[in-house]
């Protein structure tokens, strides 16, 4: 497994070796040790997710201010460009976004820790996005920061030319400025 490290240090990008022949691949998608290695202590996935999304679709940008979760998220099949936005007041990061193209090819994960927003657009026709979360999804305490913030001036590849399909929630989510943010 190799880990490749971001503009924000505690966002890490896994990629893993994969072994390839005529007959299909083989590759290690997760190993505790590996990872906790890595992200440098120890952590608990307690919940798996599985979303499919069309084309253009876009999701996010979602935090949960209590009961934070961090993920760990991939794609199966098709391709997304992944965000995560640092939340966290007394970093020095925070505001700051990075973002990584997540596909089934290149079968890279990414390491989205607590007290980060999270989103992605989806780049290909659909696209199968999987998960491990580090705490329970709570409706209550769920944030949403405007895809399109200003502040944040997140740069959607995908949406130079088309605007995105957003749900009803998050097309009334907060502004950067306005958001609730970790201490």
């Not at 896994?14 to 998608?29: H, I, L, N, Q, Y």
């Not at 992200?39 to 679709?57: M, P, T, Y």
């Not at 966290?88 to 990414?110: A, D, H, I």
């Amino acid at each position: 497994m190799n880990i490749v490290q971001t503009d924000i240090p505690e966002v890490l990008i896994f990629e893993p070796r994969v072994f390839g022949d005529a007959r299909g691949f083989f590759f290690e998608s997760f190993n505790q040790k590996v990872f906790e290695k890595a992200v440098g202590r120890e952590i608990n996935f307690v919940q798996d997710n599985h979303s499919r999304s069309a084309h253009g679709v876009l999701r996010g940008l979602h935090y949960q201010i209590q009961q934070p979760q961090g993920k760990l998220v991939r794609v199966v099949h098709g391709a997304v460009f992944d965000v995560a936005v640092d939340l966290r007041k007394s970093s020095p990061t925070f505001g700051k976004w990075v973002g990584v193209m997540l596909s089934e090819e290149n079968k890279r994960q990414l390491w989205v820790p607590e007290g980060f927003a999270h989103g992605f657009v989806v780049v290909s026709d659909t696209a199968d996005f999987l998960y491990k979360t580090t705490d329970f999804y709570a409706p209550e305490h769920e944030r949403s920061i405007l895809w399109d913030d200003s502040d944040l001036n997140i740069v959607w590849p995908a949406l130079q030319v088309e605007k995105p399909l957003v749900s009803s929630k998050d097309l009334v989510g907060s502004t950067f400025k306005a958001a609730d943010v970790f201490p």
